[in-house]
Structures are given as structure tokens and as C-alpha cells.
């Protein structure tokens, strides 16, 4: 491994030289809030840090380098025509204090996104703000929240999520301080209807629920499950995180989702995991707009505004009006499809994960065989059992083979789960190489078990104690 | 994998030993095998007060974090503060730690847990 900038630090190099200073000396702060000693930054040659940088950026992976089938994250191509709409400079240029009427061209973007974001998913009015899907949860059940306060109904404290939920969901709701209830899944890897309608109660705020879920089935009770949930005076949570799999196919308006977020950093194609910000709108059914966050854009009389004035709302989640760069990339992006293309996107993206789903079967098990969504789940339970192989050994091996692991252990319902999501955006000829390194891999598992434990035997950075660095972290360098 | 006799053990895979009204409270074999490697216990607090079946901690694995149950109802007389520092005993020793010491409310609720052999059966089954 290389060393860090902290280390490569020698005193006296220096890789800029400022002038001295021609405004006066704060003369009048006060000794305690001043610097008493040289602040302990690593002292490099500019060229030093532009290779210590530029070999780091050659060490990340990326959709640019490779494939990333990493379920539930929807890691697709970013088009590159997205970052230069992002670059204009009536969008790049702008600053939020500007006054609207010299802005009208950004107000405009956000306002016809949202009316697009409408129509993909059946909802009534938007929130544009939220940075990221747990942000757009939160807010989310916020609004939830409010709604039911709003009605003096004051006794909702428990939300209900399916034991095969994101994380995020019983985090958000936790956070939103409701009593998080699990509801069990059924055989078939679906919400189990009976157990829901047992836990259902007047004390139940809502349902946060993924269609399709995580296993990447979808929620063929969807309707049922609503009613139950609406008698009894609870709102349906939709999460956004798999939306790739119904993007203009099925819409969670007309399952019966009440509140919905969207990832644009998935769905639609923007960068993320370190890639750049993302942004999680929500979406909401005319009965909760007056609950929405402040400001939401608005057309008067052909002009763009920012409108503040909605008494009932839960306030501001976000400085200013949410990452507006992710918003251009996803308008150009959503734009650059059309309708005809948001679908075939998602017909894709569906043929694609079936396709590896079918390859892959009969060398790992599918706990849950049947036609998929845009995701599916395998499973190294045989690796396991018969040669000592986990998930976790394939999923350090595909690196071998050049390959980001999908998400391993995740869903919880399904042991030594893998988790894969090919998206759309990869080729036929793409498939079939990441589908020969799997099978090359169960082959392993059979024939040098132990090449597979200790792998990544290629990396730079070989199998890393991730048991020792959860026990004992050293979280900072020390010279 | 190893199933104590004499204990008492729950669907959660958790064991319960009795010593008069105290009821000593771990982690299965099959729990530990199935969470992998342990990296953070979250103990109840002391003096908490707890029904058959409640959340009183959790446990972190490399995999997940999973809640902590308590197969009977009582109040926390004591964490096992070993595990502050060495969680990875839950994995070495199963049975030799224990996460917490309940004062028993209701010896009537050890009715409710499985004998070593009916857990057996029981993790035979979970593991079709």
C-alpha cells in the first residue's frame, strides 16, 4: 500500500507560495480564538500531490471502469451528455440568493421535473429538496407524521417495514421517532398479508414498503396490502430504490402509495457513491401537499416563483432547494429517453437481471426462483456447505475477475444472500463475461477452495481484516 | 454445532440459565455460526424492566445487526461487560458468556422456551 500525503509530508516543500498579506492583521480577536501553532498539514511538492492523487484516482472503481452490479443500488451508466447539460452556464452560474425573476431559466428545469416525476409515478405534488433516498425517507415520514397530528389522531407511534427491507427504513422510521414493527415475509418472499393485518391497528402510522422488494419481487398483493393498511387509517410509504424495475410500466400512485421518494441517482441515471450527490425527491398525494417542505416551485401567470406560503408544512429539510446540478442531470436525462425510453429502460433492465438469474442457476442456489425484477438474489448456501465457500469469498473473488461484488448478506431473509443488479445499460457480450467469472468461480469453490477464501490474490490491497477493523478501528493517522 | 443440555433456548437462539430467580441470558451456537464474526454488543441497561420477548440490546456482526431478545420477562440486574471489549467471546464461547442477568418475573415464561432437544430439532429445521 502506499503512503499517505500524511507521510509523504517533508518539512520545508512547499507546493504553492502565496504573497504576503495586503489586508490589515485581525488585530482586535481576541488570543483565545487564534492559532497558537502552525496547523499540522502535510508539507508536499506540487508534483508529489498530483501523483499521490492521480494514482489514487486510478485505484477507485466506477461504472467508467467496469461493471458494478451492486443490488439495490442501481449503478447504471451516467451519460456524459447529463454532466455537460449540468455545465451550462445559466445552471452552473447561478446563486441561490438570486432574485427569481433573473433565474426563471433553473426555476423552469425544476418545475417541468417535477411535473415529469408526476407522471412516472402517479403522485400529485413533489419536493425536490431531499439530498439523497434516506433523506427523502425522512422526509417522507415526516410528512406522514405531521398528517396524522394535523388530525389531532395522536396515538400512530408505530410504523411497520417488512423483514426484508432496506436498512433505511426502520433507521427513518427509528429516527422519526416511531416504534419500528416487523412484518414477516411468506414463502414466496412477500409481504405475509395475515401478519400484516394482524399488526395493523389504530396505533399504526403507515407501511414503508419497496415494490418490487429487495429480493427483487414484486409486491403482487400490492393492492390488498393498501386496503389493509388504509382501514385501519395508515398511510402506504413507497421507497423509491427499486423503481428502475416499474419506470413507466407501473406507477406506486396507483398501487396505493400515498408518499413515494425517488432516487435520481439511481433511477435516473446520475452519478453516486462518491460519484457526486444525490438527491431523493418525494412525491405526495394531493391530501398531504400542504405538508410538503418550503419552498416548492410554482407558475404564476407564466413566471416561475418560489412559493413559501404553506402554513402546514414540516419546514425546510435542506439548505437552499436541494443538489440542483443532479436535478439538470436527471431532466436531461429523463428528456434524452422520452417515454418510449424510460420503459425500454426498464424492460431492459429486467431482461438483464432474468437473464443472469437463469445462467446462474443449477451453480448457486435462487432462493426465490421465479421471474424477477430488475434484481435478484443468489445464494452461495451450497459453496458454503460444501466446500466452506461463503458469499463473502465469491464476492472478494469477482475482484479477481475485474468485477465490483454485488451487495452481500443483504436481504436478511435469505442466507448467503448475493444481491445482483445488472441495470439496462449493460451489453449482452458484458453479461455473459461477468456470468462466465461466477461459474468460474463456483468451479473454484469445488476444485482450490482455499485460492477462493484468501482471495483477492490480484488486488493491490489484499483480503483486509474487516472483523479486526470493525473491533478495533483506528480511525486516525498518528505520526 | 453445539446445544448445551440443561439450558432453556428460545426460537431468537437465545439460551437462558437459571440460578434461583436469575435468569443468565447468551447467544446460541447456531446464532453466533449463522451472525458471523461479532464485532459489537450493545448491552440493556441496568434496571430495565422487560417483557418475554422485548428488544433489550443488539449485536453487531460483519453481516448485520441483529436486535437482542430476552426469552423472559424481569428486570436487568447485570451486563456481561466483558463483551465491552471482547465481543468476539460471543463467537469462541457461546455458551461460557452471557449477555445480561435478569431477575426472573415469571418462572412461568421458561414453560414457554424449548428443552436442548427440542431446539435441536428446531435448528434441523430452520436450516432446510
Known amino acids: 500500500m502506499s503512503k499517505l500525503i500524511f507521510e509523504k509530508s517533508v518539512p520545508g516543500a512547499r507546493a504553492f507560495a502565496l504573497p504576503s498579506c495586503n489586508v490589515p492583521e485581525p488585530g482586535e480577536l481576541p488570543d ?10 502535510p508539507e508536499v511538492s506540487e508534483v508529489e500531490v498530483v501523483r499521490h492523487y492521480t494514482e489514487l484516482s486510478q485505484r477507485s472503481y466506477g461504472v467508467d471502469n467496469g461493471f458494478y452490479p451492486l443490488g439495490s443500488c442501481t449503478m447504471k451508466y451516467n451519460p456524459k451528455i447529463d454532466e455537460w447539460a449540468a455545465r451550462l452556464p445559466g445552471f452552473a452560474n447561478i446563486h441561490p440568493y438570486q432574485v427569481e425573476e433573473t433565474v426563471q431559466g433553473a426555476l423552469e428545469l425544476m418545475f417541468d421535473l417535477e411535473e415529469m416525476l408526476r407522471e412516472i409515478t402517479g403522485m400529485d405534488r413533489f419536493t425536490l429538496q431531499p439530498a439523497a433516498g434516506a433523506h427523502g425517507e425522512m422526509t417522507g415520514v415526516m410528512i406522514i407524521k405531521a ?181 439538470v442531470k436527471a431532466y436531461a436525462y429523463i428528456k434524452a429517453l422520452g417515454a418510449s425510453g424510460i420503459l ?84 449482452r457480450e458484458r453479461l455473459d463475461d461477468f456470468v462466465e467469472a461466477m461459474l468460474a468461480i463456483a468451479r473454484d469453490a469445488v476444485e482450490h477452495p482455499e485460492q477462493v477464501k484468501d482471495a483477492p490474490r490480484k488486488a493491490v490491497i489484499r483480503r483486509v481484516d474487516e472483523t479486526g477493523a470493525a473491533r478495533n478501528p483506528v480511525l486516525k493517522w498518528t505520526p | 454445532m453445539e446445544i448445551k443440555d440443561g439450558l432453556y433456548y428460545s426460537e431468537d437462539h437465545e439460551w437462558v440459565r437459571v440460578e434461583g430467580d436469575k435468569a443468565y441470558i447468551g447467544l446460541t451456537d447456531f446464532a453466533q455460526e449463522h451472525l458471523g464474526d461479532i464485532v459489537f454488543v450493545e448491552a440493556p441497561d441496568l434496571d430495565g424492566q422487560f417483557e418475554a420477548g422485548a428488544v433489550i440490546g443488539a449485536i453487531e456482526s460483519v453481516k448485520a445487526v441483529s436486535d437482542m431478545h430476552t426469552p423472559v420477562s424481569g428486570k436487568v440486574l447485570a451486563a456481561n461487560e466483558i463483551l465491552d471489549d471482547s465481543p468476539d467471546l460471543l463467537n469462541k464461547d457461546p455458551y461460557g458468556q452471557h449477555i445480561a442477568v435478569l431477575e426472573m418475573a415469571d418462572r412461568a415464561d421458561l414453560d414457554k422456551l424449548m428443552s436442548s432437544a427440542d431446539y435441536a430439532a428446531f435448528c434441523d429445521k430452520e436450516a432446510e
Open chain 1, 147 to 327: 398528517y396524522h397530528n394535523h388530525r389531532q389522531d395522536l396515538h400512530r407511534t408505530k410504523m411497520i417495514v417488512p423483514d426484508s427491507a432496506h436498512g433505511t427504513n426502520p433507521a427513518t422510521a427509528h429516527m422519526a421517532g416511531f416504534e419500528v414493527i416487523e412484518v414477516k415475509s411468506n414463502e414466496r418472499g412477500l409481504v405475509d398479508i395475515d401478519d400484516l393485518r394482524s399488526l395493523m391497528s389504530d396505533q399504526v402510522a403507515g407501511l414503508m414498503l419497496t415494490n418490487p422488494n429487495t429480493l427483487g419481487l414484486f409486491e403482487e398483493e400490492i393492492q390488498g396490502i393498501a386496503e389493509v393498511v388504509h382501514a385501519a387509517g395508515g398511510l402506504l410509504y413507497y421507497d423509491g430504490a427499486n423503481a428502475n424495475a416499474i419506470m413507466g410500466v407501473a406507477r406506486p400512485g396507483d398501487m396505493g402509495f400515498d408518499v413515494c421518494h425517488l432516487n435520481l441517482h439511481k433511477t435516473f441515471g446520475t452519478p453516486h457513491g462518491g460519484g457526486g450527490p444525490g438527491s431523493g425527491p418525494i412525491g405526495v398525494k394531493a391530501f398531504l401537499a400542504d405538508f410538503l417542505p418550503v419552498p416548492v416551485v410554482v407558475k404564476r401567470d407564466g413566471r416561475f416563483a418560489l412559493d413559501y406560503d404553506l402554513p402546514l408544512s414540516i419546514g425546510k429539510v435542506q439548505s437552499f432547494y436541494g443538489n440542483f446540478g443532479v436535478m
Open chain 1, 32 to 41: 483565545s480564538f487564534l492559532r497558537q501553532e502552525d496547523a499540522l498539514l
Open chain 1, 344 to 427: 425500454e429502460a426498464c424492460e431492459n433492465a429486467v431482461l438483464n437481471a432474468n437473464y443472469i438469474r437463469t445462467r446462474l442457476r443449477g451453480h448457486y442456489d435462487i432462493p426465490y426462483d421465479r421471474l424477477c425484477k430488475h434484481e435478484f438474489v443468489a445464494s452461495a448456501t451450497k459453496q458454503k456447505k460444501e466446500h466452506g465457500v461463503s458469499a463473502l469469498d465469491v464476492a472478494k473473488s469477482l475482484i479477481d475477475y475485474g468485477y465490483h461484488p454485488p451487495t452481500i448478506y443483504f436481504p436478511l431473509i435469505a442466507e448467503e444472500a448475493m444481491m445482483i443488479e445488472p441495470t439496462e445499460t449493460e451489453t
